[in-house]
């Protein structure tokens, strides 16, 4: 199982990047499939590239440090 604590030390290593370009990122939900739920916010909200930013940066982050993530959704 992939512990919520896990996954919000990551986030706190990738909101940096995300806040330079005026958005960041909340953790929402961890499931015990893996799935991670983030909120995107700011800039990155309404951004139309936060589907990439979602899977090709914070998705692929969190899959390289934290073994069971299966994949990151975006809070609806």
Avoid: F
């Avoid at 992939?2 to 961890?30: F, M, W, Y």
């Amino acid at each position: 199982m992939v512990e919520k604590t896990d996954v919000a030390a990551v986030l706190e290593l990738i909101r940096p990047s995300l806040q330079a370009d005026g958005g960041d990122v909340a953790l929402v939900d961890v499931s015990e499939d893996g799935v991670v739920t983030v909120e995107l916010q700011g800039a990155c909200k309404g951004c139309p590239m936060s589907q990439m930013t979602l899977a090709n940066g914070v998705e692929r982050i969190l899959k390289e440090r934290i073994p069971g993530i299966t994949k990151v959704v975006p809070a609806q």
